[in-house]
């Protein structure tokens, strides 16, 4: 077994114990943007707004190295992904016999203490591009199995105490990865299936995919192409996809390439697709943030949040101009929004904040600023406060709702891409150095 070094921080043992005991364990975050695919823990309560690299402080455990990768819980197990420290700066290290040495790992941690439960190498040849790495894509868990796609494409299932169930190299199988800025999207699952989009194109003439998997053993279900006419680096997206249910029926929302996709669970065919995303046909027109989806309608942000897209799912071929509910320029480029179905809370790379009625897309407000900074985490919406965490991990705390309001500004002083996430009455946030544990003393 592979043991941390955890630090503990700042009370005495018999307050610790009590405060594990009262700590409760029931609610999960089973998957990058949480239990209701859209960034909010309903669940959580009596969160801390303040803290330090001591104040609020439950533990803190050192990780191998940074990564965009959120922290993903199922009762008292975390599992996070991580790069090994020291890859180089372009490229992964080669050694003498062309054996790639960067390793990438998965790791379950001990959500009572901060200890390593168990380190997997699931992958090397780490690589860089820019602000992520090959660790990037988060972990996905339905609390009896576990499981990752590197930005190699090693696709594994493990079991929740580290055991090896399958394990797949998508790029042996389906051809290379030719994003710009490497391969960042994670899995969804669902209903007993995990779906995933490769959608390329600015370094590689391969057509972009979408395909189903089967999570007990990893066989592909179906595989589809999902063609478009966007050029160079448009082709390219980072996203996740989403389910949204129309007429009772779910369907699968795919977004990039410079639309908005819908497919049918059973066989990934193409039922609808909307454009306008790519008012310019700028041949740059790379998007990162996801989309969201309330009821039957889903947002999406397209490259620099401009536009930004409500509409109605569903229909047949293109809907294009038939299903937008409103269009306008309040979105995000890297961060995705979250929501409490009423309002949708935008965080900007920049660091402004805008809150829009998802029904009428009206800014509620629009362009305030919170802690300076470079955003690229995704905000985290949970007991009436949304969590918004830059790039020196600083996390601004702002009311939630339609009127603004700083609640703090929390600052580790630490290199920070991923976004922070709630369970229970705790805070998880991954820095480059540490993952920490925030909980009211």
């Known amino acids: 077994m592979y043991l941390s070094k955890t630090i503990s921080i700042s009370f005495s043992a018999a307050a ?24 909010a823990s309903p669940n959580a309560k009596d969160l801390p707004v303040k803290w330090s690299e001591t104040e609020n402080v439950l533990w803190r455990t050192k990780l191998p190295s940074w990564s965009a990768a959120t922290p993903i819980i199922w009762n008292d197990i975390i599992f996070i992904t991580s790069a090994e420290e020291g890859f180089a700066a372009l490229g992964s290290r080669q050694g003498a016999d062309g054996s790639a040495h960067d ?20 992958d090397s040849g780490n690589r860089l591009f820019r602000k992520q790495n090959s660790a990037s894509p988060s972990p996905i868990t339905d609390g009896k199995h576990v499981w990752i796609m590197t930005g190699n494409g090693k696709f594994a299932c493990f079991t929740m105490d580290g055991k090896e169930v399958w394990k797949r190299d998508i790029q042996a199988e389906y051809g290379k990865f030719g994003l710009n800025h490497g391969y960042a999207s994670t899995p969804l699952l669902h209903k007993g299936k995990l779906y995933v989009q490769v959608l390329h194109g600015m370094k590689t003439k391969d057509p972009s995919y979408v395909f189903a998997v089967e999570p007990a053993t990893g066989k592909t279900i179906w595989k589809v192409e999902r063609p478009t006419d966007a050029v160079v680096e448009s082709p390219d997206n980072y996203a996740t ?16 390439a410079d639309y908005a996709t819908g497919h049918a669970l059973a066989n990934g065919k193409e039922l609808w697709r909307l454009g306008g995303f790519n008012p310019r046909n700028n041949p740059m027109n790379r998007t990162i943030a996801s989309s969201l989806v309330i ?16 509409f109605r799912a569903g229909g047949s071929g293109s809907i294009t101009g038939k299903n937008e509910i409103w269009t306008n320029n309040l979105g995000s480029d890297v961060p995705t929004p979250t929501t409490d179905g009423t309002y949708i809370y935008v965080l900007v790379d920049n660091g402004v904040m805008h809150c829009v009625e998802a029904a009428t897309g009206k800014a509620m407000y629009e362009g305030q600023r ?17 969590y918004a965490t830059n790039e020196d991990g600083n996390t601004t705390v702002i009311k939630a709702g339609p009127k603004f309001e700083i609640l703090s500004v929390n600052k580790l002083d630490n290199h920070t891409l991923a976004s922070p996430v709630a369970v229970g009455n705790q805070i998880f946030l991954r820095t480059a150095d540490y993952l920490y544990c925030f909980q009211k003393k």
């Open 295 to 310: 009821g039957e309608n889903v947002y999406t942000p397209s490259t620099r949040g401009r536009p930004f897209i409500g």
């Open 103 to 122: 390793k990438i790992f998965l790791m379950a941690v001990g959500r009572k203490d901060g200890k390593v439960l168990w380190r997997n190498q699931i």
């Open 16 to 39: 610790c114990l009590a405060v594990l005991l009262t700590a409760p364990l029931d609610a999960n975050w089973p998957q990058w943007r949480g239990p209701l695919f859209n960034g």
């Open 370 to 386: 919170i802690e300076l900074g470079t955003y690229s985490a995704s905000p985290l919406l949970a007991d009436g406060k949304i």
């Open 241 to 256: 996809p989403q389910i949204v249910t129309v007429k009772g029926e779910e369907q699968l929302v795919i977004s990039g």
